[in-house]
Each structure stands twice: as C-alpha cells, then as structure tokens.
C-alpha cells in the first residue's frame, strides 16, 4: 500500500460547486497535512497546512483531517475558473522529517 | 514570482551530455531542496541542504551530483542521464530544513527531456 493515496483526476466541475478533494494515508504517525496548488507549467504553492485532526477554514478553502480515518480532504466552496490546477496534498511525521507527497487531482473548474 | 527562480526552463539533453540546472533564492532562506516531479508519480525529495551542507540524500543515483556553493544557490549536475529521468526538477526553499511550520517555496522547475 503507497503511504499517500490520491485521485489524479481529472475532475471536472461547473463554476461555482463545491469542490471536495481526498487524500487516504497508512502512516498513522502523520501530525501535520498540508494542500499545495500547482498551476500548469509552474511550482507548487502552500495552500493550506494543518496540525493533527479538525478543520481548518481560509476564505473559500477548507481543509480537514480525520486522523482516525486517516484520510484530509481540501473543500472549495463557490469555485472558480481560476481554481483549475493539480491539487496536491502532503503530510510529514512530527521532528525534522521530509514530507510525503501525494499524485495531485488535476481539477478544472468550467465557466 | 515566489522569490525562487529556475534556470533552464526548458532542456534538452542526449544520454552522453553533461549539464547543470541552477536555482537562485531571494528569500534569505537558510535550507534548498531538489525535487523530481514526473507524470502520474508523486513529488520525490532528491536533495536537502541546510546552510550549505547536504543533510539528506535519498538514494538518489549517481548520474545527479548536487553543488549548493552558498545559502542562496544551488546546482545539479546531470550526466549520461537516463530516457526515464526525462521529468520536471523543481527547486525549494525554506527558513530552515525542518519541514514543519516551515512554507517551502517552489520554483517553476526545469523541464527536463533526455533523448
């Protein structure tokens, strides 16, 4: 079993749904969950990082950790074309440890 | 413009060549990484170097030979490189190498095709 588990897509959505993208992992000594956002033809960009289970809500983003599940999920409410872009979620033990990656959802938001 | 720039962009390289992808950051950032990112395969961590000095290497093969001369440079290296190392080589930085509360800043990558 991979330790980060994502759906590449692609996803496909009409503006202004809520979107729900979905990572499963097998390390249970994951503590801290992060979403990057990949725009075509450019690097990652921290979009949303948190610490142990609960939510978290930043505009019209919110990100969710079920540790018991072991399985976070990235929300957007109210998407918009400018959303289009690979979804990539991360996670890292607690000390000084390199993240895990997952795949990345490529999701396209149509107007 | 994250403040982490990539030079090539874009490289071609045939399986005998030598040549080197540069990184500059602009942050004041203490800690550089290389990653490779391939189709349909997760973000794997090649090299991690904290105020100069390599402070993780995950088994990566020997063709890729990273230089970081000082805090805000660094280099790979590639020679008689693979068709299947064909991928995008992203550079980052952070304050410091732990990950943890720490934002990484990618650079836009390299696009690397070995013919």
């Known amino acids: 079993q991979k330790e980060v588990e994502q759906d590449p897509g692609p996803l496909s959505v009409p503006e202004g749904a809520i979107v729900s993208l979905n990572c499963t992992y097998s390390?249970?000594?994951?503590?801290?969950f992060m979403w990057y956002r990949q725009y075509s033809r450019k690097g990652p960009e921290l979009l949303m990082y948190?610490?142990?289970?609960g939510n978290k809500e930043d505009g019209r983003f919110t990100a969710q950790v079920d540790k018991s599940s072991k399985y976070i999920s990235l929300f957007i409410r109210d998407s918009q074309p400018s959303d289009s872009a690979t979804y990539l979620c991360?996670?890292?033990?607690?000390?000084?440890?390199?993240?895990?990656f997952g795949k990345g959802t490529r999701l396209s938001v149509i107007a | 413009e994250t403040g982490v720039t990539q030079t090539p962009r874009h490289l071609v390289m045939g399986m005998t060549n030598k040549k080197s992808l540069k990184c500059e950051q602009h942050?004041?950032?203490?800690?550089m990484y290389w990653y490779k990112q391939s189709a349909k395969k997760p973000l794997e961590l090649m090299f991690v170097?904290?105020?100069?000095?390599?402070?993780e290497n995950n088994s990566v093969p020997s063709r890729f030979s990273p230089e970081c001369p000082n805090s805000s440079h660094l280099f790979l290296h590639l020679h008689t490189l693979q068709p299947e190392d064909s991928a995008l080589y992203l550079c980052?930085?952070?304050?410091?190498?732990?990950?943890?509360?720490?934002?990484?800043?990618f650079g836009e990558g390299s696009w690397l095709t070995v013919v």
């Open positions: 390390n249970s000594a994951f503590q801290y």
């Open positions: 170097y904290s105020l100069e000095e390599r402070v």
């Open positions: 991360a996670m890292a033990n607690s000390g000084n440890t390199p993240l895990v």
């Open positions: 980052a930085s952070s304050q410091d190498s732990g990950h943890l509360g720490n934002t990484i800043y």
């Open positions: 948190t610490y142990s289970s």
């Open positions: 942050l004041g950032h203490n800690a």
